[in-house]
C-alpha cells in the first residue's frame, strides 16, 4: 500500500494506493487549516492500516505543511517520507530552468505526461494559473498568472459594491449588471488570456503543442477556448505512481 499526496496552497489531496496502482480511496482537505488531532481522524475515518503502508510520497509547495504531516507519519511507521524534489529524477525529465525556482507539483505534472515524443503544454487552473512547457523529456519553462478564484475574492474583498461571485459559462460579452459584468470580464479575460498564451509559447517556440487543463476551472474553459485541448484530472496522480517506482 502507498500514501501519494499533493500538497498545494488550498487544498492538499492525498491518494491510498494498492501495489498495483489502483486508487483505493482519495482523501481532501484544507493545507493551512491541518493539524495532528485532524489528521488523526482523517486516517482513522479511512481505516487506514499502516503496518501494510510500503511507499510515502508527496509533492508539496507548503513545506509547513508537508513537515507536519511528514511528522505525523513518522509516529504511525518507519517508512520514510519522500517529497518529490528531493529524489533524484533525471532518469524522468531533464529540467531546462533553474529546478529550484518550479514547484514540484509541476515538475510532478510534467512527468506524467512525458512520452519522449511529444511536446506539451499544461495548463493549471490552481490557486495560480501556470503554463508548463514540455519539449520531448526537456522541461522547458512556464508562465505563471493569477488564479481565478484568487483574482475573483481578492476584487470582492476590495471593491466594496461587488459581491462575492460564482464564474460561470457566459454567451454576452457586455453585462448588463454588476455580476454578469465581472463574470464577462473574468471569463471572456481568461478565455483570452489563454489563448493568447499559448500562441505566444507556440510563436517562441517554434514548435506545436498538445494542451493539457486540469484543475478546478478546467472544465469551464475546455470547449470556451479557441485552442484545442484535452482534459485531465488525474495528471498529478499518474505522476505521483510514476514517480513512486524510483523508491525502493
Same mark, same amino acid.
Not at 474583498?157 to 464564474?167: E, F, G, H, S
Not at 471572456?188 to 517556440?205: C, M, P, Q, S, V
Not at 503543442?209 to 488525474?234: R, Y
Given at each position: =500500500?502507498?500514501?501519494?499526496?499533493?500538497?498545494?496552497?488550498?487544498?492538499?489531496?492525498?491518494?491510498?494506493?494498492?501495489?498495483?496502482?489502483?486508487?483505493?480511496?482519495?482523501?481532501?482537505?484544507?493545507?493551512?487549516?491541518?493539524?495532528?488531532?485532524?489528521?488523526?481522524?482523517?486516517?482513522?475515518?479511512?481505516?487506514?492500516?499502516?503496518?501494510?503502508?510500503?511507499?510515502?510520497?508527496?509533492?508539496?509547495?507548503?513545506?509547513?505543511?508537508?513537515?507536519?504531516?511528514?511528522?505525523?507519519?513518522?509516529?504511525?511507521?518507519?517508512?520514510?517520507?519522500?517529497?518529490?524534489?528531493?529524489?533524484?529524477?533525471?532518469?524522468?525529465?531533464?529540467?531546462?530552468?533553474? #529546478?529550484?525556482?518550479?514547484?514540484?507539483? /509541476?515538475?510532478?505534472? %510534467?512527468?506524467?505526461? =512525458?512520452?519522449?515524443?511529444?511536446?506539451?503544454?499544461?495548463?493549471?487552473?490552481?490557486? %495560480? @494559473?501556470?503554463?508548463?512547457?514540455?519539449?520531448?523529456?526537456? #522541461?522547458?519553462?512556464?508562465?505563471?498568472?493569477?488564479?481565478?478564484?484568487?483574482?475573483?475574492?481578492?476584487?470582492?474583498? /476590495? %471593491?466594496?459594491?461587488?459581491?462575492?461571485?460564482?464564474?460561470?459559462?457566459?454567451?454576452?460579452?457586455?453585462?448588463?449588471?454588476?455580476?454578469? %459584468?465581472? /463574470?464577462?470580464?473574468?471569463?471572456?479575460?481568461?478565455?483570452?488570456?489563454?489563448?493568447? +498564451?499559448?500562441?505566444?509559447?507556440?510563436?517562441?517556440?517554434?514548435? @506545436?503543442?498538445?494542451?493539457? +487543463?486540469?484543475?478546478?476551472?478546467?472544465?469551464?474553459?475546455?470547449?470556451?477556448?479557441?485552442?484545442?485541448?484535452?482534459?485531465?484530472?488525474?495528471? @498529478?496522480?499518474?505522476?505521483?505512481?510514476?514517480?513512486?517506482?524510483? +523508491?525502493?
Amino acid at each position: =500500500m502507498y500514501i501519494l499526496g499533493d500538497i498545494g496552497n488550498t487544498e492538499t489531496k492525498i491518494w491510498l494506493v494498492s501495489k498495483k496502482n489502483k486508487i483505493i480511496k482519495k482523501i481532501n482537505f484544507s493545507s493551512k487549516e491541518i493539524t495532528n488531532n485532524k489528521l488523526s481522524k482523517i486516517f482513522n475515518k479511512s481505516n487506514f492500516k499502516f503496518k501494510y503502508l510500503e511507499k510515502i510520497l508527496f509533492c508539496s509547495v507548503v513545506p509547513q505543511t508537508f513537515n507536519l504531516i511528514k511528522k505525523f507519519l513518522s509516529k504511525k511507521t518507519i517508512r520514510k517520507c519522500y517529497e518529490v524534489k528531493n529524489l533524484n529524477l533525471k532518469s524522468l525529465i531533464k529540467v531546462k530552468v533553474d #529546478y529550484k525556482q518550479v514547484g514540484s507539483d /509541476r515538475i510532478t505534472n %510534467a512527468i506524467s505526461l =512525458m512520452n519522449g515524443k511529444n511536446n506539451f503544454i499544461i495548463l493549471d487552473f490552481g490557486t %495560480a @494559473t501556470t503554463f508548463d512547457v514540455l519539449v520531448k523529456k526537456i #522541461y522547458y519553462g512556464g508562465i505563471i498568472a493569477p488564479g481565478i478564484k484568487l483574482s475573483l475574492n481578492s476584487l470582492s474583498d /476590495r %471593491a466594496t459594491l461587488i459581491p462575492k461571485i460564482n464564474l460561470k459559462k457566459i454567451t454576452k460579452v457586455i453585462g448588463n449588471n454588476t455580476i454578469s %459584468a465581472v /463574470r464577462s470580464g473574468f471569463f471572456w479575460g481568461y478565455a483570452g488570456l489563454i489563448d493568447n +498564451i499559448i500562441n505566444l509559447i507556440k510563436k517562441e517556440t517554434g514548435k @506545436t503543442f498538445k494542451v493539457v +487543463i486540469t484543475g478546478g476551472f478546467s472544465g469551464l474553459f475546455k470547449n470556451s477556448i479557441k485552442t484545442k485541448v484535452s482534459q485531465n484530472q488525474d495528471i @498529478t496522480i499518474k505522476g505521483l505512481i510514476k514517480i513512486s517506482r524510483l +523508491i525502493k
